[in-house]
């Protein structure tokens, strides 16, 4: 008989309707981090993400994405799922905001904001990423000593045909581009809309942010989607130290430049994933280019095989590099696509919420923001063993904590059931971060328990 099996619970239910409790205790990690950056004064302090004529009514910008940005780090994805949380009054006591917007109202802010306020939350989101970079242990941010630079693109799938820009895909499907750039494991920035190019925002990305990177040791990856000649300048010119992009699109002279050289202008034939594979370097000068291209070549067999198969990476290789040595570099841009699809699936922006261009990106802003805010807590406050964690296991672990409020001798406590382990942890994150109220009248008080 097995050692551990599957019992019935030992537990007896007991289910209660409790109007001072929240899941969503953990949030107080988010708001005193927010304010520790300065997030919802910085807010407060841009007129242009305020689209009332009237400031003495409704809500103020910095409630309604504070309420967004809430929402997204709790696991939350529609403007729906945010009013439902708008509805948890201890959760709002909780991060100091008065009240929840229904979800018109939220729709109506979106849909409120302009070209110029989405750039000012771009501002903000690349304030945060620069905050924290200079902030952080090299080794969370760096890989080998270099800051690493990442383009890409996503197609985001559309259902309807009034989400304004949204075109057919080259899969036929409707859908809205959404053009990204990164830097270490933060999402810089992006730009959402009807491209029509895969690349098509990637000059103006790199022409925005040049400061992150220049004058410092830095690597830009990219997929073959900017590998014309016209973005290949373009990297270039981006004044990165090295650089690589994937190329396999107009191979016919490199295949032809690449069957005519003799046996031992190749490297020596490694095993590598089952694979005999050989390197060396070729260069070329593809149509559109400034100048000719340096190419590390790879020609792959396998046993039994009769004909090589052959791959290309096209760039500026460090000094004292390799063709093997690029190709392995190039292989870790697959990390990088990884933690796109953290965005996509862990905050699930798969579906924008409007149908208004302005408001998705609008909310698509917030939503790097949010990403940000949870990748740079993890990096500044987690220790080295939850530098692994994904988004959705910063919010399951941290952020979906139980809360109950008790009031007793005019004193408000919040107590939060934390898991076994963590109770150290959140007293020195306390201790050290969460506002202090002096010597006067009791204030609302933290209280944690380990569950």
Known sequence: MSLFRKHRSPFKLELTNCGQSSAHGGQVLIDAFCRRFGLWRKIADEPLLDPRTRQSTGFAPEAIIAQLLFTL??????LADAERLGHDAVFLKMVGLDQGADESTLGEYLRGQSKESVRALHRLNR?????TLDQAKPGRVLHGGDLEVFFDDTEIEVYGKKIQAARMNYNGDLALSWQTLWVGPFLLDGILDGAGDVSQHLPALLAEHPSFWQGRAS??????GSSAG????VIDRAGFSAWSVSYNKWTGPLDKMAGELAPDQWSAAAVIAGMSQQFTWLKHLPGENEKSRLFAAVRRKRQGDLLWQQGYVVGQPKASAEPRMVFERHALKGAKEQGFSQ???D??????PCLDLIANQTFYALGMLAYNILTAFKVLELGEAEQAWQVRTIIRQLLTVPVQVSAHARTVRAHLCLPSGW???????VDRWLPQRKAGRPAAAVALESG
């Open 127 to 131: 304030d945060l990423v620069r905050w």
């Open 219 to 224: 690597y830009f990856y990219a997929d073959s």
């Open 230 to 233: 016209q973005y290949l300048n």
């Open 343 to 345: 965005v996509l699936n």
């Open 347 to 352: 905050l699930d922006l798969h579906h924008p």
């Open 423 to 429: 109770l150290r942890w959140w007293r020195l994150f």
């Open 73 to 78: 780090t709790s696991g939350g994805c529609s």
